[in-house]
């Protein structure tokens, strides 16, 4: 199983970005998603998930209105747009996809059991 993710960059304040996970392995389509993000410093912290259904979004409240979270389970991908970036998104946002099939969606990284490799958003003020 891998989760690929892709889309970091660097961006100046106020741009957009495009993260994409695509899985492999196996098929996650009735599995909850999320990304969640690291900065430098400072503890993993919950960004976005989408349930298994896709009826139900979650997001922090510092990305609420700015980020949209999404997936295609035909693609076997899940995709987080970001808009309206600001330099404290900075971080390794990172993908994750739920320990078992048709779970409550949850806001904790210990919920997730698989994980992609991190790619890196820096936004410059």
């Known amino acids: 199983v891998q989760l690929q993710a892709s889309g970091g960059g660097l961006v100046q304040a106020g741009g957009s970005l495009r993260l994409s996970c695509a899985h492999s392995?196996?098929?996650?389509?009735?599995?909850?998603m999320g990304w969640f993000r690291q900065a430098p410093g400072k503890e993993r912290e919950f960004v976005s998930a989408i349930s298994w259904n896709q009826r139900s979004t979650y997001y922090a409240d510092s990305v609420k209105g700015r980020f949209t979270i999404s997936r295609d389970n035909a693609k076997n991908t899940e995709y987080l747009q970001m808009n309206s970036l600001k330099p404290e998104d900075t971080a390794v946002y990172y993908c994750?996809?739920?320990?078992?099939?048709?779970?409550?969606?949850?806001?904790?990284?210990?919920?997730?059991?698989?994980w992609g490799q991190g790619t890196k958003v820096t936004v410059s003020s």
């Open positions: 392995g196996r098929t996650f389509s009735n599995y909850a």
């Open positions: 994750a996809v739920d320990h078992a099939p048709y779970g409550s969606t949850s806001y904790d990284a210990g919920s997730y059991k698989y």
